[in-house]
């Protein structure tokens, strides 16, 4: 085959300086580009197919590391319930009592108190149309409760038990009857009683002994909410009971000899034949439990009134409302410090006529303002009783309240109130004389970041306030000062604060004291990321605190409950919002068992639970429902709907050393009299005379060697000033001239 050549063509070899680099996208270096571009719209669907393909691998491998993770756990060890009460299966709550003799239980129709060993029904206290929602149990004598319910409409009630029976008390927001059967409620506020507007109680609590009482009303028309104090006459209430009581004593006795005369006059009669026409004779009428045996007892009275202190925009909305310019310029401020800026001389009228004259100008853009919220939703109060300390103004305690041998028998002086979402936490005497009820606070601690947590300790001396910033504040009231600030978390919210019991935590001694001038407690901190800390709130030991719960991914891991048991302070017990209950170590957060319900019934509203721990923590209630039952099914079947499940405590393997701790008895309050130092210090001196003989050995024995010591330093010092030159006189005068 013939090959024509170009003449006069020179060929020239490229340069290797001048060869392309090699591209990353290149055919060569990816095989993918071997393959051609797909044209729009099949691209996009490749696109989206591969993207999707990316994210289900990446939920497989989610997965399967979880599964991993959670098959390398240990997991702790599960107990079965020992006894089913079906009984109390609508249980709604339960509660035990502050002795760990009985547990409450309220049902759809009232009350019933059970022991706690036994599992008996000890006595029942019921009312139609009352279904308790809320109970709470205040020990106030010998075997003497205080019991405080909320049922499902709102209304409080206060009984009392004891002698195996309940006494009813009063209802604080009733209905009374009036004519007809009409219901007519009876208002705390008489502003509300021709409205007709019925007030809900949503909180109801005591102090320990129950002594004083607290119960927050809502008004749902109005969206008002305050909170009342009272006092509650409870010694007299033990007297009117233990009179009631003997009475009733005496009257069975009675009724016991009448028994025995007459089944003895029956004996003796029994020979003597009956005509068949007459008639059999009448059994005996038993009146004991008629109502002379129910006790009057004593009214409460209301100590004070207290509202929410009202928000800047309402201060800043109102205007001045002196009668004379004069009065006005007197309330006005000087403008030296930093105010609210509610101090002016502007008038309500004033300030309304501006509104209108700026909605006259501005008519056409009204509507493009952001609209406020017109319903407001209820606040909610937190309060505390405490008793009397030296952060309390001179004045306003009394001598009889203070010097007590028993620091949780005081009575309590004041109480400490924080609204939600309030920045100040504010104390108010119980003891003054308030005039209508208008109270302005004796002592109030103002802060930076909202509050949105509180505790006491059990002889209320020690007072911890939690943050929405993630700090702690802890105060000593009893010595009036501030033991410290502590930082949880940044940007955490601290969701709830409870004071251990200072028998577990190691106390620490002064190095010259021989007596403890402060007690050292564990503070537990839940944090509303699921996380569980510790920190030591004793003096000297500033310690960081300790997180024994990391915080929670999922949200069915989240803490609904945390709770020491009580009578054994180094176990908590937690529920999950998953419904799973378990039992923790207080300073570790290691759980060590978990109670379990029978497979066919679950935890009755993780979010509230119903639990309870009785016999000083060795028994556990649980209330579960049946999953199979239906709502609509009543009748004999309403009992299937649960049942509340017994767990003795006592038994779990797991639980046996912390059974068998012993614990000595520790107060947080540390009263150090001069006649107790005086005897501490004696004791010790005496203590101290023993070792005596032997430091007077020792003593003398190193008395030679510091003698020689000296006599050394003696002659070493003659020498030296034997060695120095001596210095004329004539040569010094001469240098000074």
């Known amino acids: 085959m013939p090959v024509y050549i170009r003449k006069n063509v020179n060929f020239t070899p490229p340069s290797i300086d001048k060869f392309p680099l090699e591209d990353d996208e290149d055919y060569i270096t990816d095989p993918d580009q071997l393959v051609d571009r797909l044209p729009q719209p099949y691209r996009m669907i490749d696109k989206v197919l591969k993207l999707w393909y990316d994210e289900v691998w990446e939920i497989i491998e989610k997965r399967e590391n979880e599964r991993l993770e959670e098959s390398r756990k240990i997991r702790p060890p599960q107990y079965e319930c020992s006894t089913q009460m079906k009984s109390h299966g609508r249980a709604c709550c339960v509660c035990d009592s502050v002795d760990g003799r009985y547990i409450f239980i309220g049902l759809p129709r009232g009350l019933a108190a059970v022991d706690v060993l036994t599992q008996e029904k000890m006595a029942t206290w019921e009312e139609d149309s009352v279904d308790i929602h809320y109970i709470k149990a205040y020990l106030i004598g010998v075997q003497v409760y205080l019991i405080v319910t909320i049922d499902d409409m709102g209304f409080a009630r206060l009984l009392i038990f004891g002698g195996d029976k309940f006494y009813f008390v009063k209802i604080l927001n009733e209905f009374q009857r009036g004519r007809g059967g009409v219901h007519r409620p009876i208002f705390s506020n008489p502003a509300h009683a021709e409205g007709g507007t019925k007030l809900n109680i949503s909180k109801c609590e005591a102090s320990r002994n129950g002594d004083y009482l607290g119960a927050v009303y809502e008004n749902p028309e109005t969206a008002e909410v305050w909170l009342e104090v009272y006092k509650l006459p409870r010694d007299a209430w033990l007297h009117e009971l233990e009179s009631v009581l003997a009475q009733t004593k005496k009257e069975e006795k009675t009724e016991e000899d009448q028994t025995t005369e007459t089944a003895a006059t029956t004996d003796q009669d029994a020979p003597t034949p009956q005509n068949e026409g007459d008639p059999p004779p009448a059994a005996p009428q038993d009146d004991s439990h008629g109502e002379k045996h129910v006790p009057k007892l004593s009214p409460t009275s209301v100590v004070m009134k207290l509202k929410p ?9 109102k205007g001045n409302t002196s009668s004379s310019v004069y009065s006005a310029c007197q309330k006005v401020d000087t403008g030296e410090v930093i105010g609210t800026g509610v101090n002016h001389i502007l008038t309500p009228s004033h300030k309304e006529m501006r ?27 937190n309060f505390h009783f405490m008793t009397a300390g030296r952060l309390v103004p001179i004045g306003l305690e009394q001598q009889s309240q203070i010097e007590t041998d028993d620091e949780l028998k005081r009575l309590p002086t004041t109480i400490a109130v924080w609204w939600k979402g309030s920045t100040h936490v504010m104390q108010y005497s119980l003891l003054k004389q308030h005039k209508d009820f208008e109270v302005k606070p004796d002592l109030v601690w103002p802060y930076t970041s909202p509050v949105t947590a509180s505790a006491v300790s059990d002889d209320t001396s020690l007072l911890a306030v939690g943050f929405e910033n993630g700090n702690l504040v802890l105060w000593d009231r009893y010595l009036g000062i501030q033991r410290g600030v502590v930082n949880i978390l940044d940007r955490v919210k601290i969701a709830q604060l409870t004071f251990l019991d200072p028998s577990i935590c190691p106390q620490n001694l002064d ?36 997180c024994i719960s990391p915080q929670v991914e999922k949200e069915n891991d989240i803490f609904t409950m945390v709770q020491p048991v009580p009578g054994i302070q180094d176990l908590l017990i937690t529920v999950l919002k998953s419904g799973k209950v378990q039992i923790r170590d207080s300073l570790q957060g290691t759980v060590l068992c978990e109670p379990i319900l029978p497979k066919s019934h679950e935890l009755m509203a993780p979010w509230d639970p119903v639990v309870a721990v009785g016999a000083m923590g060795q028994i556990l209630f649980l209330k579960g429902n049946n999953k199979d039952y239906g709502e609509d099914e009543g009748g004999d079947q309403a009992e299937c709907a649960g049942a509340l499940f017994v767990y003795q405590i006592r038994s779990f393997p797991s639980l046996d050393s912390y059974m068998s701790r012993k614990r000595d008895k520790v107060n947080q309050t540390v009263h150090a009299k001069i006649e107790n130092r005086i005897e501490a210090l004696m004791k010790e001196r005496i203590a101290q005379q023993g070792l005596r003989k032997s430091r007077m050995q020792e003593r003398w024995g190193n008395l030679k060697e510091e003698i020689w010591s000296i006599l050394q330093y003696r002659d070493h010092a003659e020498k030296k000033a034997d060695n120095r030159p001596e210095v004329h006189y004539k040569h010094v005068r001469n240098f000074s001239q």
């Open 511 to 546: 190095d010259y004291q021989p007596y403890r001038t402060k007690a050292s407690a564990y503070l537990l901190i839940l944090c509303d990321n699921g996380a569980l800390y510790v920190t030591m709130t004793g003096p000297g030991l500033e310690l960081d605190p300790i």
């Open 355 to 381: 509104k209108e004259v700026f909605a006259h100008l501005h008519d056409n853009l009204i509507d493009y303002l952001p609209k406020e919220d017109e319903l407001e939703s209820l606040e909610d109060v």
């Open 309 to 317: 202190p009202p928000s800047m925009s309402e201060l800043r909305q």
